[in-house]
């Protein structure tokens, strides 16, 4: 279900993608509204679950993870292996972000981080090469990027 925005709303979400951390009142000064107006907005905006919640972003490297590493996931044998199975294993591997079932090429995409490219090894050596189903697996090397907070 889609939720109607008018241009405040949007205003207002684009702030906060880029500072979670907004109050109401900091919002309001920024949008000239009401701190009223603005908390009634983000209200309605939860409820209605445009904003599904806050999250923390962490630095990777500054945690001592130097590498992040994209994998391609085809399951070998899709009719024989538990795809519940794949994923609940796979969610078991705290270097593994995040896991996300795809159509195409792959069945699914890992986002995957680790201190060195000897660590990365470690990780798809020892973890995900004996995840149960894992066939053909393809990684590519984030080199950099840049956070996008998407259409608004």
């Known amino acids: 279900m889609t939720v109607d925005l008018d241009p405040i709303d949007r205003a207002l979400l684009r ?3 880029q500072d979670a951390t907004c ?3 900091a919002l309001a000064r920024a949008l000239d ?7 009634r ?9 445009v904003i599904k919640g806050y999250r923390a972003v962490l630095d990777r490297e500054a945690l001592g993870f ?3 590493v994209f994998l391609g996931i085809k399951l070998a044998l899709k009719g024989r292996v538990s795809i519940e199975d ?6 078991a591997i705290p270097e593994v972000q995040t896991v996300e079932h795809v159509l195409g090429l792959y069945d699914y995409r890992l986002r995957v981080v680790a201190r060195d490219i000897a660590d990365f ?6 973890r995900i090469m ?10 590519n090397v984030l080199l950099s990027e840049e956070r996008r907070p998407g259409p608004i």
């Open 15 to 17: 702030l906060l993608v």
């Open 23 to 25: 109050s109401a009142g």
């Open 33 to 39: 509204i009401s701190q009223p107006n603005a908390w």
């Open 41 to 49: 907005r983000l209200d309605r905006l939860r409820s209605r679950g």
């Open 66 to 68: 130097g590498v992040a």
């Open 86 to 91: 794949f994923e609940r294993a796979v969610t």
């Open 121 to 126: 090894e470690r990780v798809l050596r020892r």
């Open 130 to 139: 004996t995840l149960p189903g894992v066939g053909d697996v393809e990684a």
